[in-house]
């Protein structure tokens, strides 16, 4: 079993930044990718940056490419989302996940086998 604790989420208004924080606890040792995902009122759920625990691997869709950077801290088992030039459009709340097989995309919510309880982040325009 692997515990997520998402933090870090607020209200911004567009242009500004934030860093979310994911706490993993538990048998860490299991994750093979961490995923950040968000989902907005009405929108399916979406993909917005996964990193590969071993190699540190990172992968962004087109809609967050330069704007986001995913991060790990092995140490502190924390993985972070650091998020700028925020748009209104990035309003969602902000799930963390874990990955503990090497089956699908790493891009592909359905292949996460664990889920924090989300943060929410809200930019104004």
């Known amino acids: 079993q692997v515990q997520l604790a998402e933090s870090g989420g607020g209200s911004v208004p567009a242009g500004g930044s934030l860093r979310l924080s994911c706490e993993v606890s538990g048998d860490t040792a299991l994750n093979k990718y961490m995923g950040w995902f968000r989902r907005a009122p009405g929108k399916e759920r979406e993909a917005v940056a996964t990193i590969s625990v071993r190699g540190g691997i990172t992968v962004y869709p087109d809609s967050v490419k330069g704007r986001f950077t995913i991060s790990q801290d092995k140490a502190q088992n924390t993985v972070y989302l650091e998020m700028n030039n925020l748009k209104p459009e990035d309003t969602a709340m902000y799930y963390c996940?874990?990955?503990?097989?090497?089956?699908?995309?790493?891009?592909?919510?359905?292949?996460?086998?664990?889920w924090g309880q989300g943060t929410l982040v809200t930019v104004s325009s």
């Open positions: 996940a874990a990955k503990v097989d090497w089956n699908g995309h790493p891009l592909d919510g359905l292949y996460y086998s664990y």
